[in-house]
């Protein structure tokens, strides 16, 4: 009988923040249109290295399994992205699966990304409508410009933009392009728009818009397709121009 | 955030840096390059137009403004940037991050580059023959050949940069247009620079 083809896959593993991390290999029989987390749910069940080592199972995070949560984030052969939407006949093998590197490890895979979220509270990404009485219908939003706002609405924000920016680091404390694409986002909405100087102003801190550095990875990172060059260079033009005229009316 | 806190001046600072690049010092490096081809014409013509750039009445108020202080200024702050990056070139592979890369390389060497340039020839003996005998060696040349093709690439592709920290260019296609006029750019300097240089080999 021929012998069974395989699946290789090679796991950075750490027991917790502040552990070491150790590599562990598996191997999984083959079978068809398999993904990453069908591979990851393989080990769950029989979590035993590819040299008959008993372990614990490994740790990831997932959700929607249709790529659009952004929880099951991780570096696949190097590159960060979705681990449901990564499929291994499309894969190089062994398959090296590692936690994103610019968040906190949690465990194994799992990193938190709350980060991510103190971002968006920097840069006021929600429109505020809450109020003592009814505010009314807002106004209309133009169709050519919802149809590219909708493109922007698509973040999830799943990190693979932040794993790719080299502005993203320990030593910088640049908020990432995804936070800012969201500052378009809403300053596009004829509502949201009321409150764009609050998203513009936290804009021009430390760690905003100044502090992108042009390496244009994040678009090509983007598991969306979302525009966040064109974004970044919007709001370069935009953060200007309040800068500016909020200067002269001092 | 509420808007009567004022922010600090990280924007504006990150947008003199940027401005800086072009003026005053990408304007004076355009003009040191071609004002150099007048060395083509032998070493008398090159002493006479550098002694009479340096008799002007004011010229070392003007040098410390226009030139020293900028270029000063905008090393500095380059430094500390090129510090807050964190390179990923060998896992994203794509052009743009290799010249986000060279970028600060560049932009490092030419630091080098002019410091050495300016102890030799503004501190030392600003002549042909200074010149012509430090590119006699085959380390000092290929020092100035790397540091004028440098200086040029860190411009040009900082010129790139500029267009999108002012917001001309917005969208993909025209930073592609504003690439590839930057890489004709970018080829002409680099004639005229090495042109330069080759005045001071005869």
């Known amino acids: 009988m021929a012998e069974q083809k ?16 150790r590599w562990e290999e598996f191997e999984i029989p083959y079978r068809e249109k398999l993904n990453v987390i069908s591979c990851l749910m393989e080990i769950q069940k029989n979590p035993i290295t590819a040299s008959g080592v008993k372990t614990t199972p490994v740790v990831w995070e997932c959700n929607c ?3 659009v949560c952004g929880a099951c984030t991780m570096n696949i052969n190097g590159q960060g992205k979705q681990a449901c939407s990564a499929l291994i006949d499309q894969l190089e093998q062994p398959i090296v699966l590692e936690p994103l590197t610019k968040f906190p490890i949690v465990r194994d895979l799992m990193i938190d990304r709350q980060i991510m979220f103190d971002h968006l509270k920097t840069v006021h990404a929600w429109i505020p409508i809450d109020g003592t009485y009814n505010l ?10 919802r149809q590219w706002a909708y493109e922007l609405s698509k973040c999830m924000t799943c990190g693979c933009c932040m794993e790719a920016c080299p502005q ?12 800012i694409s969201q500052v378009r986002l809403f300053n596009a909405h004829p509502t949201g728009e009321m409150n ?19 390496s244009q990875n994040c678009v090509r990172a983007c598991p969306k397709e979302i525009p966040l060059t064109t974004s970044l260079a919007d709001l370069n033009r935009e953060a200007n121009k309040f800068a500016i005229n909020r200067w002269l009316r001092k | 955030m509420s808007l009567a806190q004022v922010s600090n001046h990280h924007f504006l600072i990150r947008r003199v840096h940027s401005l800086l690049g072009l003026v005053p010092i990408g304007f004076f490096l355009t003009f040191h390059l071609f004002l150099n081809l007048t060395a083509l014409g032998g070493p008398k013509q090159y002493d006479l137009v550098i002694n009479t750039m340096q008799s002007f009445p004011g010229i070392f108020i003007a040098e410390l403004i226009v030139i020293f202080i900028p270029i000063a200024a905008h090393a500095i702050y380059g430094t500390w940037v090129v510090y807050t990056g964190q390179t990923n ?3 994203y592979k794509y052009a743009r991050n290799w010249f986000y890369l060279i970028q600060r390389i560049s932009g490092l060497y030419t630091l080098v580059f002019v410091i050495t340039h300016v102890y030799l020839l503004r501190f030392g003996e600003a002549n ?18 790397l540091g004028v093709l440098l200086a040029i690439f860190h411009f040009t592709n900082g010129l790139w940069a500029f267009a999108i920290t002012w917001g001309l260019t917005v969208g993909p296609h025209s930073q592609r247009v504003w690439l590839y006029t930057l890489g004709v750019i970018f080829v002409l300097m ?8 080759f005045a001071f080999l005869k």
């Open chain 1, 6 to 21: 395989k699946i290789q896959i090679k796991i950075r593993r750490q027991d917790g923040p502040n552990k070491p991390f």
């Open chain 1, 65 to 67: 399994l249709e790529e």
């Open chain 1, 136 to 145: 009314g219908s807002g106004p209309r939003m133009a169709e050519v410009k």
């Open chain 1, 168 to 179: 993203v680091n320990p030593r910088s404390k640049f908020i990432g392009p995804s936070a």
């Open chain 1, 196 to 214: 764009k100087h609050e998203r513009l102003s936290a804009l021009l801190d430390e760690g905003g818009i100044a502090d992108c550095g042009n």
């Open chain 2, 89 to 91: 070139v060998l896992r």
């Open chain 2, 128 to 145: 042909f023959a200074t010149l012509s005998e430090f590119m006699s060696q085959p380390l000092g040349l290929s020092f100035y050949v």
């Open chain 2, 190 to 197: 680099s004639v005229i620079g090495m042109a330069d240089i």
